[in-house]
């Protein structure tokens, strides 16, 4: 059987129909944290189109929701031809990550493999306002 190479092939149409789920927290009122390592993260450079390629670490402690880890798989992998910037694609991560689950707290790490001898790490908080 061959595939025609236009075709759109199943992952990247659940790439592209992917949004972030979440599920209810099972220990709401517990503080915990929840470490999640995503090391095939890549974009593309804004300026020259060349791949960017990084490991990104979220750190967050769920208040009433929690996201769903293939979920963030495919969005991540959502980001592979997106011409966006270091600096850009670490605050939209944490910009949907508070979106979907309004976490206590959240720490998006953004650690991008050396390009011409340039080694960049982008890291954005977020912490959610008190109820008092």
Do not use: W
Request: charged share 25%; with cysteine.
């Amino acid at each position: 059987m061959t595939q025609d190479a236009s075709e759109v092939k199943y992952g990247e149409r659940n790439i592209a129909e992917g949004s972030l789920i979440t599920f209810p927290n099972p220990r709401v009122g517990r503080r915990y944290d929840i470490n999640i390592t995503l090391p095939e993260f890549t974009c593309k450079c804004p300026f020259s189109g060349y791949p960017d390629f990084a490991t990104i670490y979220i750190t967050y402690i769920p208040d009433e929701r929690v996201v769903e880890l293939k979920a963030l798989k495919l969005y991540i992998n959502s980001y592979r031809d997106r011409y966006i910037s270091h600096e850009e694609s670490a605050n939209q991560i944490l910009d949907d990550m508070v979106a979907a689950c309004d976490p206590l707290e959240i720490t998006v790490k953004a650690d991008f493999a050396p390009r011409g001898n340039v080694h960049t790490i982008i890291e954005v908080r977020h912490q959610k306002a008190s109820a008092h």
